[in-house]
């Protein structure tokens, strides 16, 4: 079954506007989410994790046990945000790790 | 601690030959999955291993296996190489000891089939 969806293969948006992308997934229990970025010739890193409900570069994720969703957001994005992001799914057990099949954002200056 | 190291960077190789590609994890991390990236279809998981035992496999042919160390550096080789094993293959390490299990990546090597 299908852990992680990100609905979106390719994303746009012009510098300064909000940007949201999103992820839902499917899991009983309590997963843990997070969010990967890999920039052009750079290696796939994580971005943020749910359980620290931090900011990193402006980005924000909040989880939505309801929806089962983990949308990433940015309210102005910038070009540099330009990069594929990955949605992944960590059962609290430590078992397999699952990610969302990516999002390429590009920023329009 | 330095970050997850993969050798070799780029390798090419012909159709029907084999290859081996080596990972070494984050100092401490008992875990080492391999996952194949492609253009097409993005993240594909091939295994995990854990204190060299595999716990968790994707669907990839029996071509496709790997095994761990004990000092958990991981090995995954592909024999008789097909066109379509053209692919950047990353491997990431994670502490299964303590929460949050996030996975650090390496920086992938790329295999070219011709």
């Known amino acids: 079954a299908q852990r992680v969806t990100q609905p979106e293969k390719l994303l746009s948006v012009f510098k300064g506007a909000p940007v949201e992308l999103k992820c839902n997934y499917s899991?009983?229990?309590?997963?843990?989410l997070f969010w990967y970025v890999q920039y052009s010739r750079q290696r796939l890193q994580l971005l943020l994790r749910?359980?620290s409900r931090e900011s990193i570069k402006g980005f924000t994720a909040d989880l939505n046990k309801g929806e089962t969703s983990f949308h990433l957001k940015k309210p102005f994005a910038q070009e540099e945000d330009s990069a594929m992001y990955y949605c992944a799914l960590s059962p609290n057990t430590g078992n397999q790790f699952y990610f969302g099949t990516g999002t390429s954002l590009t920023v329009i200056p | 601690k330095a970050g997850v190291t993969q050798t070799p960077r780029y390798l090419i190789k012909t159709r029907g030959q084999q290859v081996t590609l080596s990972c070494s994890p984050i100092s401490g991390h008992r875990s080492v999955s391999w996952y194949q990236q492609t253009p097409g279809q993005g993240l594909q998981f091939l295994f995990e291993y854990f204190s060299e035992t595999q716990r968790n496999k994707g669907n990839f042919p029996g071509r496709f296996s790997g095994r761990q160390f004990s000092n958990s550096r991981s090995e995954m080789n592909v024999s008789t190489l097909e066109l379509g094993d053209s692919a950047l293959y990353l491997c990431a390490s994670r502490n299964l000891l303590a929460r949050p299990y996030e996975q650090y990546f390496g920086p992938g090597t790329r295999l070219t089939v011709t």
């Open positions: 749910h359980i």
């Open positions: 899991y009983s229990g309590s997963p843990e």
